[in-house]
């Protein structure tokens, strides 16, 4: 399994808005199935960065596909090559 970075762009309106409710419940669904490592997402730039698990492109862009909010977007699927953060290491050993 590989790590993709879906770099994503979207357009704001009021039906945008309402369709967030069920687009986070998708995105929760992925997160708890570990399909989806990160999820953040700027205002300020109307832009979001996703880290997903998969296969191939395709298979990201099948999973994205699925969300309420895909009609607004226009994405970039990059595969990466390295993926390190501070949550993924082990927590500091604390002697008492």
């Known amino acids: 399994m590989n ?5 994503i762009s979207f ?7 309402s369709l ?6 998708y995105i929760n669904y992925l997160l ?8 953040t ?4 730039t109307q832009q ?4 997903v698990n998969a296969n191939t492109k395709v298979d990201v862009e099948e999973v ?9 977007w226009s994405m970039e699927i990059v595969e990466l ?7 993924n290491r082990l927590p500091a050993v604390q002697l008492n």
């Open 48 to 51: 979001s960065w996703i880290v």
């Open 41 to 44: 997402v700027s205002m300020e």
């Open 64 to 72: 994205l596909k699925a969300s309420p909010l895909h009609k607004y």
């Open 11 to 17: 357009d704001m309106d009021e039906e945008f808005m």
């Open 32 to 39: 708890n199935k570990g399909v989806i490592e990160t999820y």
């Open 81 to 87: 090559f390295v993926y390190d953060s501070q949550s």
């Open 3 to 7: 790590k993709y970075q879906a770099i």
């Open 20 to 25: 967030v409710p069920p687009h986070r419940t």
